[in-house]
């Protein structure tokens, strides 16, 4: 009699691997969301002085976009990444769609901006991870009926 009661408080194993299964798609879901790295290529006081840095921009090529038309994300971006050592800012979360960044998978923008005076070449790349995504989302699935399965079984014993 105490043997039916200790099998009725275990966890079945397929719950036990649908909730491991469900657990590994939220880290792979995490993981696959878009990571954007925005970065300083170069630095001038004027167009003209990044002009003469850059040997494939003239002065009139250079048109630089002002800090406060950039979205709060794009700003974070671009105060992080001159802020920083490496002038580099990384993050990583669902896209902006910013309205000068065109955040598209394993795409490189360069735009310049003007920021405290200065001119700088941002450079954003952004890299999605499809195939994580896809997999997370199928771990989840199986983890789904696995658990769905486990409880229905345990629900008819």
Known sequence: MSMVQFNRTRVSLRVALGCCCLLACLGG??????????????????????AASLDAYSPSEIEPIEFAALSPEEQAAVRGAVNSADRIYSDRG????????????????????????????????????????AGSLAAGGVGALLVASGLWRRRSE
């Open 94 to 133: 669902p896209s902006d769609e910013g309205t000068r960044f065109a955040y598209r998978n394993d795409v490189t923008n360069h735009y310049f901006v003007g920021y405290e005076g200065s001119i700088y070449l941002v450079r954003v790349v952004i890299d999605i991870g499809y195939p994580l995504l």
């Open 29 to 50: 879901a995490y993981l696959g969301l878009p990571a954007y790295e925005t970065s300083i290529d170069a630095q001038a006081p004027t167009e003209e002085a990044m």
